[in-house]
C-alpha cells in the first residue's frame, strides 16, 4: 500500500514557506519569487513608508528593494529569514531616498502623510463596534492631529524606531536587524520618543 | 488626560501614519523588471560587456602612458654652485660612494652570512679651479698699517675720608613712677 502524504507535505505544497519559494526562485522561477512579493510586500511598503513618509516614494522603494533583492538571490543563505533580509534591503534603499536633498525638499513644501487624509471610518460601523463617543473621537482626533507633526519632528533615530515598532509588522528582533543596532538598543529608542512625544504634548497642555 | 490615554494616542497617531496600503500592482511592476522565465537572472554586482572592456582598456592604457611620460620627463636636480670665477667654470663631477657591505663571522667559524646590502648613495661634491695664469694675473692691495694706540697710564688717587664727629647721647632722667592708689569705691 503507497505511503500516504504528510499533512506538512500538503500544506507545504500549498503554502510553501519562503526558503522553499526562495530555493525555486533562485533556479530561475520567477513565479516564485511573485509569490514572496505578494507576501512581503506590505511589510516592506510599510518600512520604506516609515522612513520616506511619502506613500509615492514608498512605492518606488518598495519596487526598488525588490527587484534588488532578486538580483542578490544568489547571496543569500539562509541565515536569517528571507523576510528580515528583504527588510534589510529594504531599509537601505529607503535610507538613500530619504537623504536625496531634492526628496527632502518636496516633503518640506508639501507632507504627504496618511495622517493628513486618512480615510475615514463609517460612523455607523464605529457605534456597532462599541468604539468611542462623538466627544472622545474629537479630543482623539484633535490629539492625533497635534501628534503627527511631533512625531514627524523626533530625531530620525527616535521616530524611525517608533514608527517602525508601531506599525505592527515588524517585531523588535527585525528592526534590530533592519536598522543594524542591539534590541535594547531599539527599544530604548521607542521608548525615548514616547517620552519625548509625552513631554511636548504635556507642554502643549494635554496634561497627564 | 491620563498616561493611559496619552500613550494610546500616540500609538493610534502611528498606525494611523503608516496605515496606508500598498499599490495593488506593485508584485505586476515589479515582476515586469524581472527578467522572463527561462532567461538568465542577471547575477549581482555588474556585467562587463565587449564594448565595456574595450573603453576600460583604452582608458587604462591612457592613464599608463600618462604616468610613463610624466615619469620620463621628471627634472633632473641640479648641483648646487658653491664657487665661480670670472668665465671658468668646472661642473661637479658626482662621485658615487658605495658603503661597505660589512661581512658577518661567527664565532664557531661557521658559514659566513652577508648581511643586506646598504643603500647605495650618491653625493654631489661641487668644486672651482683657478688656472696658473688666472692666479698669478691676480693683484692683492698691501693691508694698510695700523697706527700703534696709546693709553694713558691708570691715576691712583688717595682719598681722604672727612674727620667723623660723634656726639654724645643726652643721659636719660631718671623715671619717677607714683605708688598706684586704690580708686575710692573699691574699697
Redesign the interface.
Known amino acids: 500500500m503507497p505511503a500516504q502524504p504528510s499533512i506538512d507535505r500538503v500544506t507545504e505544497a500549498v503554502h510553501p514557506d519562503d526558503l522553499a519559494l526562495v530555493r525555486r526562485a533562485q533556479a530561475?522561477?520567477?513565479?516564485a519569487?511573485?509569490m514572496l512579493?505578494?507576501r512581503h510586500?506590505?511589510a516592506?511598503?510599510?518600512a520604506a513608508?516609515?522612513a520616506v513618509r511619502s506613500?509615492a516614494d514608498?512605492?518606488e522603494v518598495?519596487?526598488d528593494a525588490?527587484?534588488t533583492a532578486?538580483?542578490?538571490?544568489?547571496?543569500f543563505r539562509g541565515e536569517a529569514s528571507f523576510k528580515t533580509w528583504l527588510l534589510a534591503i529594504a531599509w537601505r534603499k529607503a535610507i538613500d531616498r530619504r537623504k536625496s536633498v531634492t526628496r527632502w525638499m518636496q516633503r518640506i513644501v508639501a507632507p504627504t502623510?496618511?495622517?493628513d487624509g486618512?480615510?475615514e471610518l463609517d460612523p455607523m460601523e464605529r457605534l456597532a463596534a462599541g468604539g468611542p463617543t462623538h466627544e472622545q473621537d474629537l479630543m482623539?482626533a484633535d490629539?492625533?492631529r497635534r501628534?503627527?507633526p511631533l512625531?514627524a519632528a523626533l530625531p530620525k533615530k527616535l521616530r524611525d524606531a517608533?514608527?517602525l515598532a508601531?506599525?505592527?509588522d515588524h517585531g523588535y528582533d527585525e528592526i534590530g536587524q533592519m536598522l543594524g543596532i542591539p534590541v535594547g538598543t531599539v527599544k530604548w529608542r521607542v521608548s525615548e520618543a514616547?517620552r519625548m512625544?509625552?513631554k511636548k504634548?504635556t507642554a502643549m497642555g494635554?496634561?497627564? | 488626560?491620563?498616561?493611559d490615554r496619552?500613550?494610546d494616542?500616540?500609538?493610534?497617531?502611528?498606525?494611523?501614519?503608516?496605515?496606508?496600503?500598498?499599490?495593488a500592482d506593485?508584485?505586476a511592476?515589479?515582476?515586469e523588471?524581472?527578467?522572463?522565465?527561462?532567461s538568465q537572472?542577471?547575477?549581482?554586482g555588474f556585467r562587463l560587456t565587449a564594448p565595456g572592456f574595450r573603453l576600460l582598456a583604452a582608458a587604462a592604457a591612457i592613464v599608463l602612458l600618462t604616468m610613463v611620460v610624466a615619469h620620463r620627463s621628471e627634472p633632473v636636480p641640479q648641483a648646487p654652485v658653491v664657487a665661480r670665477s670670472a668665465d671658468r667654470y668646472l661642473a661637479p663631477e658626482p662621485t658615487r660612494a658605495v658603503a661597505d657591505v660589512p661581512l658577518v663571522r661567527t664565532p664557531s667559524g661557521l658559514p659566513v652570512t652577508r648581511r643586506a646590502p646598504r643603500e647605495e648613495h650618491t653625493r654631489i661634491v661641487a668644486a672651482a679651479a683657478f688656472t696658473a695664469d688666472e692666479a698669478g694675473a691676480m693683484q692683492i692691495a698691501p693691508l694698510n698699517t695700523i697706527a700703534p694706540i696709546s693709553i694713558e697710564r691708570v691715576a691712583q688717587d688717595a682719598i681722604a675720608p672727612a674727620g667723623l664727629a660723634v656726639r654724645p647721647l643726652n643721659t636719660i632722667a631718671d623715671i619717677q613712677i607714683a605708688p598706684l592708689t586704690p580708686p575710692p569705691d573699691r574699697r
Open positions: 530561475g522561477d520567477t513565479e519569487f511573485g512579493v505578494e510586500r506590505r516592506v511598503f510599510r513608508l516609515a506613500p514608498a512605492d518598495a519596487q525588490f527587484v532578486f538580483r542578490k538571490l544568489d547571496g502623510f496618511a495622517s486618512g480615510a482623539t490629539l492625533q501628534l503627527a512625531i517608533l514608527l508601531g506599525s505592527g514616547r512625544l509625552r504634548m494635554y496634561e497627564r | 488626560m491620563s498616561v496619552l500613550e494616542a500616540i500609538d493610534r497617531a502611528v498606525r494611523e501614519m503608516l496605515d496606508v496600503e500598498p499599490p506593485l508584485r511592476r515589479v515582476m523588471r524581472l527578467p522572463a522565465p527561462g537572472r542577471p547575477a549581482s
